[in-house]
T-cell receptor
Framework: AQKITQTQPGMFVQEKEAVTLDCTYD???????LFWYKQPSSGEMIFLIY??????QNATEGRYSLNFQKARKSANLVISASQLGDSAMYFCAMRRTGRRALTFGSGTRLQVQP | ETGVTQTPRHLVMGMTNKKSLKCEQH?????MYWYKQSAKKPLELMFVYSLEERVENNSVPSRFSPECPNSSHLFLHLHTLQPEDSALYLC??????????????FGPGTRLTVL
């Protein structure tokens, strides 16, 4: 069975600093996709970044980057230059080829302090 | 980004009421999903539709009834719900059904409270 583990229930970071949110996954599949979503208190699940299992380079999207270590089965999200608007829940998710559902982790609540 | 919209955003209903949640996607996607997010639980997939055909029903009670009249619209009809059904209901869509590379885009959700 596939599983996503986010070990940090809550994180604090100072504004303008970088922060890393941890995510490890467990699958025996070779082909899969890893996703990070942000969920503000309003509830919407906002897509941030995607990493394919065969991608050799780490994905980057603006201030977001994904530190993908396939051998360790980790896909950590790095947010550079944190902003107050980054305060939210962050979810790591995985989808295997041929599977319909995303499997989500339990999330990390990030609070950015001024 | 308003690729996926959901109405209403908030809903309070009694256990004997009948209501419907609506989802609309403007992304030209072929697959649509209903997820349930309860407090302190991971997101749970409820239903999946591909090209208007239901392809998955994850043991969801019959008091939840989905409907997909076309590839852009998805409904969740609710009747005789229980208080434990109170949750955030999220709709999502993706271009294809089962490609690991396809991102699922979510709507803003409907926060449902059952009294």
């Amino acid at each position: 069975a596939q599983k996503i583990t986010q070990t940090q229930p809550g994180m604090f970071v100072q504004e303008k600093e970088a922060v890393t949110l941890d995510c490890t996954y467990d699958t025996s599949d070779q082909s899969y996709g890893l996703f990070w979503y942000k969920q503000p208190s309003s509830g919407e699940m906002i897509f941030l970044i995607y990493q394919g299992s065969y991608d050799e380079q780490n994905a980057t999207e603006g201030r977001y980057s994904l530190n993908f270590q396939k051998a360790r089965k980790s896909a950590n999200l790095v947010i550079s230059a944190s902003q107050l608007g980054d305060s939210a829940m962050y979810f790591c998710a995985m989808r295997r080829t041929g599977r319909r559902a995303l499997t989500f982790g339990s999330g990390t609540r990030l609070q950015v302090q001024p | 980004e308003t690729g996926v919209t959901q109405t209403p955003r908030h809903l309070v209903m009694g256990m004997t009421n009948k209501k419907s949640l609506k989802c609309e996607q403007h992304l030209g996607h072929n697959a649509m999903y209903w997820y349930k997010q309860s407090a302190k639980k991971p997101l749970e997939l409820m239903f999946v539709y591909s090209l208007e055909e239901r392809v998955e029903n994850n043991s969801v009670p019959s008091r939840f009834s989905p409907e997909c009249p076309n590839s852009s619209h998805l409904f969740l009809h609710l009747h005789t719900l229980q208080p434990e059904d109170s949750a955030l209901y999220l709709c999502a869509s993706s271009l294809r059904l089962a490609a690991s590379t396809d991102t699922q885009y979510f709507g803003p959700g409907t926060r449902l409270t059952v009294l």
